[in-house]
């Protein structure tokens, strides 16, 4: 049973962020997204998902509530709060930075 | 919330953990369902993208925070269990852990309470003791008038008090004894800054002479004698025939004048005369408390300079004097400090030999678990998780070692303290406080991580397939290697303390078998006062004596006996200056010194001592006749080179010429060992009824009696006591013992540490051969299938012996190798302790080696035994 996924944590939790800062969402419907707009890119194994749901969760980064879903059935709904949409914002134009940063390494060399 | 939640209601948590893992599950399988795949086809397809829904929800618990204690408990509960599952292992594993961690207790409680902890005093880094310092002496006691110069012109002290010890004849309620007793100066308690328990300490108008006799008592000795009783003040103390009137008491604290229990001004002292001469240094013993802000160097340049300007002033008494100051604490404490860390390293190697060996125990144990350690794997366990269980058993066992070994030292401290020769300074400061436990505890944490350490990482390393397969006897390997670490480990160490223990015991040998210069065999000594109601006539005193000797002589068994001030190898001395020729020398500086036996006729012949030309002391040397002197070999050689010093002149100060009688062998006063390197070595002997009156007064105090007895002198004691308490009982002795406990006392510190580096070696050398037994069985119960193979194609039971002993022989020689180097590199350590052998004595270290490859094939045989008696058909079809 290999590490499931490949992926930084850090990056996870902002692909995260950012995915439910568009709408609530449960588990699934997060995990869909991710693969989507991605373009199948990042293949994560959909169980990591959650410890990182259930650790943002703590930080008192996202918040859930239990609610009927599109089939009518219990599901659990994550949505961002204040300082999870302010995480978002300072951590995405970090990483706007850092990836620019690397590309012109990149480009130059 | 979510936290405290997961904690209280923890069901509700996991079922809404199940339920949104089960809606994601679901909703893939729908999806896929849809896509057109079969239900179950569809139903593994989500498992398998989700990944382990176990481990996920591990995680998810984890992420919640609160898992951390959740685990412990769970894994306390878990290593509780298992524990208890092996009662036998578990003992054998608590106990051993017990005796290393109680050894490690016991000697850092001494180690804690006599260098560590701070002295009872207010502000104790301030006090600091003052001595003495010249040509002949490092440090040595104090003359008076310079005390009162230093405490007059020094710039650094906020005070400065003198004290001595003393002994009393303590009479008038009950049965008279000698107690031990301190003349102090009256600012003494405030220097230290000690309040009296009760009542009041001095004042400086009593510390004077002609002032009203005042005394203080101990705390002890108010109990003993006086039950506690408040109305003890201004009660009269009846002291060498005195009455003192009680001012106050001394807390038990004050331990600066110990054993002292009575305590009178200095000034009221009756030797009082020898305050007065710059000539004596009487044991007066200075104690200072430093200017706050006044550094020791800056204390010790000031006095520098003080001692300067009086060697200028009294040239012919100061010259080439100066002071020495050392902080209180160590002076106390002195030189036991290097003993106490020897120990201390000595009985970490033993820990760290039980930490092996439990080490080791565990190792056996986990191949026993191995299908429960895959049956966890298989369930999501995670390898972190498996280590952190097996730490916590191991830690449990640890601190349940700990608690035992706890125990263990505090019944084995008071007989280890009673053991300490001569005393340990600040032994009532050693016991079970708050750093011991601290130390208990952290040894035991330590202990506990250090010996689960490697069987946790290699229980944890499992295969799955192998361990699940039943009895695979593959995958051992590394634990068989990392067995036979530790045991080589544990017999590399074990040689260390072998070899110093061996060390030891070859240098108590060799000083055994010094020769003292003199018989010790039948001699018993004690120390004798005359009745405090004698007066203070020096005829009477001479006859009183002369009285006491002869009812003496007359018991039946005592062959002679003698009076004398000093006596060898008792730790006391008694310099005295002398010229042998013309003139005296400009300065006490540069006169020679002496030994001073100062004794009556009867003293060679009763101590064993040869005499080795002229004649000794008889009962014509008295007052009235020609003053004669005795000198030893030494000062033979160093002062009369090739002549005969018999009929020749010596002149001692304040007595007069002297006319040499005799030479004397030369004693080893100052102990079999220390005697060579002493500074004063020359030896001479005055005789007792020829020292002048004023001396004769002050023998009235006390003076110690030498008997040669025809048998054992113990023997003698009531008899002898008897007879020199005489008519009035009031002449007390003490004190007693003889002359062999007296060498044997002079041994003692290096018996005490021969005798526990004796026992840590033999600790030591039982757990690496029960560590060898148990990797050498474990590895044949491994290897009966190859052994029965092996018989059953001819191989002889000498051949199986050979192998199984071979294998236990690599492994103590491996040990030995690498013990032999570090034993050459420690041993050192200890050789301010040895005398006559370096630290490398190869006849010791061949001897230990010896000794350790013994005690490894011994402990190889008994497996090896069992392994010949394989019977190759049963191995084979064990299988």
Same mark, same amino acid.
């Given at each position: ?17 950012? +995915? ?36 943002? /969760? ?45 590309? $012109?390494?990149? !480009?130059?060399? | ?27 893939? &399988? ?70 290393? &961690? ?14 560590? @902890? =701070? ?83 001095? +004042?400086?108008? /009593? ?6 006799? #005042? ?60 305050? /007065? ?28 300079? #003080? ?11 100061? !010259? ?103 005393? %340990? =300074? ?31 990482? !290699? ?28 045991? #080589? ?15 030891? &015991? ?18 018993? +000594? ?37 009076? +004398? ?17 013309? $003139? ?119 003076? @110690? ?26 002449? =007390? ?7 062999? $406990? ?29 560590? &060898? ?37 690599? %492994? ?68």
């Amino acid at each position: 049973m290999a590490k499931p996924t490949d992926l930084l944590q850090g990056t996870l939790d902002l692909l995260i962020l950012k +995915t439910l800062a568009l709408e609530p969402m449960h588990g699934w419907g997060i995990a869909q997204r991710l693969r989507q707009i991605s373009n199948d890119v990042l293949q994560v194994q959909q169980g990591s998902l959650y410890p990182a749901l259930h650790r943002l /969760e703590r930080q008192g980064l996202i918040a859930a509530t239990w609610r009927a879903s599109e089939n009518n059935r219990r599901a659990k709904y994550y949505e961002l709060t204040p300082a999870g949409r302010k995480r978002l914002e300072s951590e995405a134009s970090s990483w706007q930075k850092l990836s620019t940063a690397i590309a $012109q390494v990149l !480009e130059s060399a | 919330m979510t936290r405290l939640r997961a904690l209280f209601a923890k069901n509700q948590v996991e079922r809404e953990l199940d339920d949104e893992l089960r809606f994601h599950l679901e909703k893939q &399988i729908e999806v896929n369902v849809a896509a057109g795949m079969r239900p179950e086809e569809a139903r593994t397809a989500a498992l398998r993208s989700f990944g382990g829904v176990e481990q996920v929800k591990e995680e998810c618990r984890e992420a919640w925070g609160l898992r951390f204690i959740e685990i412990l408990i769970q894994d306390v509960r878990y290593g509780l269990r298992m524990l208890a599952k092996n009662p036998g292992f578990t003992a054998v594993a608590v106990l051993t852990l017990a005796l290393g &961690i109680g050894a490690n207790t016991a000697i850092f409680s001494v180690v804690n309470g006599v260098l560590l @902890r =701070p002295l009872p005093y207010p502000e104790p880094d301030r006090l600091v003791r003052i001595y003495e310092r010249s040509a002949q002496f490092n440090v040595m006691s104090v003359a008076y008038p310079n005390f009162l110069d230093w405490e007059r012109t020094n710039r650094s002290f906020a005070g400065l008090a003198a004290y001595r010890g003393e002994s009393f004849n303590f009479t008038g309620t009950g049965q008279p004894e000698q107690i031990p007793g301190a003349v102090v100066a009256a600012n003494f308690f405030s220097v230290l800054d000690v309040k009296p328990l009760l009542g009041r300490t001095f +004042t400086s108008d /009593e510390d004077r002479q002609g002032a009203n006799p #005042v005394a203080m008592v101990s705390e002890g000795l108010w109990k003993r004698r006086f039950g506690s009783s408040t109305a003890v003040l201004g009660k009269s103390l009846e002291l060498d025939g005195q009455a003192y009137s009680i001012v106050g008491i001394v807390p038990r604290d004050c331990r600066l004048l110990d054993p002292a229990e009575a305590i009178t001004p200095l000034w009221q002292w009756r030797r009082r005369m020898q305050l /007065e001469s710059r000539e004596f240094h009487p044991g007066i013993q200075v104690v200072g408390r430093l200017k706050p802000g006044v550094s020791l160097a800056q204390a010790q340049a000031d006095m520098d300079s #003080v001692a300067h300007s009086l060697a200028q002033a009294y040239p012919k008494t100061n !010259e080439g004097q100066g002071t020495a100051i050392v902080p209180l604490k160590n002076a106390i404490v002195g030189d036991v400090r290097a003993m106490l860390l020897l120990l201390q390293a000595a009985v970490g190697f033993v820990v760290l030999i039980v930490c092996a060996n439990v080490a080791n125990l565990f190792l056996a144990r986990s191949v026993a678990r191995r299908r429960e350690v895959a049956v966890r794997v298989a369930v999501g366990a995670s390898r972190a998780r498996l280590i952190r269980q097996f730490l916590t058993e191991s830690v449990i066992v640890g601190l349940a070692g700990g608690a035992l070994g706890l125990l263990l030292a505090s019944w084995g401290i008071p007989p280890l303290l009673a053991a300490v020769p001569g005393g %340990l =300074p600040r032994r009532e400061a050693v016991g079970l406080d708050g750093s011991v436990l601290l130390f208990t505890l952290a040894v035991s944490l330590l202990t506990g991580i250090l010996f689960g350490l490697a069987p946790a990482f !290699e229980s944890s390393r499992s295969d799955l397939q192998e361990a699940l397969k039943e009895g695979g006897r593959s995958a051992v390997g590394g634990h068989r290697r990392t067995q036979s670490v530790f045991v #080589v480990s544990e017999v590399a160490l074990a040689l260390v303390l072998l070899a110093g223990a061996g060390l030891m &015991i070859r240098t108590v040998q060799r000083l055994w078998d010094v020769n003292p210069g003199l018989n010790p065999q039948h001699v018993l +000594t004690m120390q004798v006062a005359l009745s405090p109601t004698l007066p203070n006539d020096p005829s009477a005193i001479r006859i009183a004596w002369h009285q006491l000797l002869d009812r003496v002589r007359n018991i039946p068994g005592v062959e002679s006996a003698a009076v +004398t001030i000093l006596v060898p190898l008792s730790g006391d001395d008694n310099e005295m200056s002398f010229w042998t020729s013309g $003139q005296p020398p400009s300065s006490m500086a540069q006169m020679p010194v002496a030994l001073g036996y100062i004794t009556t006729p009867g003293y060679l012949r009763t101590m064993g001592i040869p005499l080795l030309r002229g004649r000794s002391f008889t009962e014509q040397d008295s007052e009235s006749s020609l003053k004669v002197v005795m000198i030893d070999e030494v000062l033979a050689t160093h002062f009369f080179p090739g002549q005969d010093p018999v009929g020749q002149q010596l002149q001692l100060a304040g007595f007069g010429p002297l006319e040499i009688i005799g030479v004397a062998g030369h004693v080893k006063h100052w102990g079999l060992d220390a005697d060579d390197s002493a500074k004063i070595r020359d030896q001479l002997y005055f005789p007792f009824f020829q020292i002048p009156d004023q001396f004769m007064a002050q023998s009235k105090m006390g003076l @110690r009696l030498v008997l040669r007895t025809g048998s054992n002198p113990i023997s003698m004691v009531s008899a002898v006591s008897r007879q020199v308490m005489g008519l009035g009982r009031d002449q =007390p002795v003490y004190n007693v013992g003889s002359m062999e $406990q007296l060498i044997a006392g002079s041994l003692a510190r290096r018996r005490f540490l021969r005798m526990l580096l004796v026992i840590f070696a033999g600790l030591a050398l039982t757990l690496a051969a029960i560590g &060898i037994l148990g990797v050498i069985s474990y590895s044949v119960s491994q290897r009966t299938h190859e052994i029965g193979i092996r018989m059953a194609l001819g191989a002889e039971r000498r051949d199986v012996l050979k192998l199984v002993l071979g294998r236990g022989l690599v %492994l103590a020689l491996s040990g030995v190798a690498i013990g032999l180097v570090a034993a050459l590199g420690l041993t050192h350590f200890l050789a301010s302790m040895l005398y006559g052998i370096r630290p490398a004595d190869p006849l010791t270290l061949i001897g230990v080696v010896i000794l350790l490859l013994g005690v490894a094939l011994l402990a190889s045989y008994i497996p090896a035994r069992r392994a010949t008696k394989v019977d190759p058909m049963v191995a084979l079809r064990y299988e």
